[in-house]
């Protein structure tokens, strides 16, 4: 697709690889279900398919300041996978254009290796299943207004290892300490409309418990966790939609001020 042949779109949407349930929808899918029930248009790509179609469309990202939402997904970041150092190359570019950015699990972690590339870390136990974050008094004026305070849906393996050095740049909203490490769960770029988040919004109860069965075996087999009783320390609540689409309304009014 050519630049010019973009629609006018509200989001673009960037899928990585990995599925969340049986019938292989992808980690993009609840993303895209949020923004259709909002009546948001958007532009979606998966990544780990067709990345050479985001040079095909930068231009027009960028000029038009398209907010962008990286989902969550399973890449190695640290490997030197094409798809993965051609959406480093985008989101370099992306945040030069000072196009806004919500990056989710593996999003966030992509977005804040732009600023810190030593920032990423792999935790053995990992977090997988709910999570009460203290998140600071700023976070109630970003699109993570609605979410500090509540219990979020956690599966990952990798973190931000948070410095201080990096206040620099980057606004930490919420960390907690895994395995001794001070790990960012969510952040925002200063002075540029760019959150992270390493927690799932996108995932209601249901759909959360469905991914992790999804993934029972390999939870017990690589690292010792049950997923019935991950499951059974869930407590019940909706996806975190409003905070999705309050980045979208709200972070492009940024970018233009």
Not at 238 to 252: M, Q, R
């Amino acid at each position: 697709m050519r630049a010019k042949d973009i629609p006018e779109i509200s989001v673009l949407v960037l899928g990585a690889d990995g599925v969340i349930d049986s019938e292989k929808h992808l980690f993009k899918t609840p993303i895209e279900s949020i923004l259709d029930a909002a009546g948001k248009t958007y532009f979606s790509v998966q990544l780990n398919d067709n990345p050479s179609s985001l040079q095909a469309i930068s231009d027009s990202v960028f000029a038009r300041r398209i907010p962008i939402i990286v989902s969550g997904g399973f890449a190695d970041l640290t490997a030197n996978t094409d798809w993965v150092n051609l959406t480093g190359e985008f989101l370099e570019e992306a945040i030069a254009a000072k196009c806004p950015i919500f990056g989710i699990c593996f999003g966030a972690q992509m977005v804040f290796r732009q600023f810190y590339p030593d920032s990423l870390v792999f935790q053995c136990v990992g977090e997988v299943g709910e999570r009460h974050l203290d998140f600071i008094p700023e976070a109630k004026q970003t699109p993570l207004a609605s979410v500090a305070g509540q219990g979020t849906y956690c599966f990952h393996f990798d973190g931000i290892s948070w410095k201080d050095e990096y206040s620099e740049k980057i606004t930490c909203l919420a960390k907690n300490q895994v395995e001794g490490i001070t790990v960012c769960q969510a952040f925002k770029v200063k002075k540029l409309p760019i959150y992270g988040v390493q927690f799932h919004p996108e995932f209601g109860y249901q759909a959360f418990c469905t991914l992790i069965s999804t993934y029972a075996d390999s939870l017990k087999s690589e690292h010792g966790i049950c997923a019935a009783d991950v499951i059974s320390g869930l407590r019940v609540h909706e996806a975190y939609a409003d905070t999705l689409i309050s980045f979208v309304e709200v972070a492009k009014e940024e970018s233009h001020a």
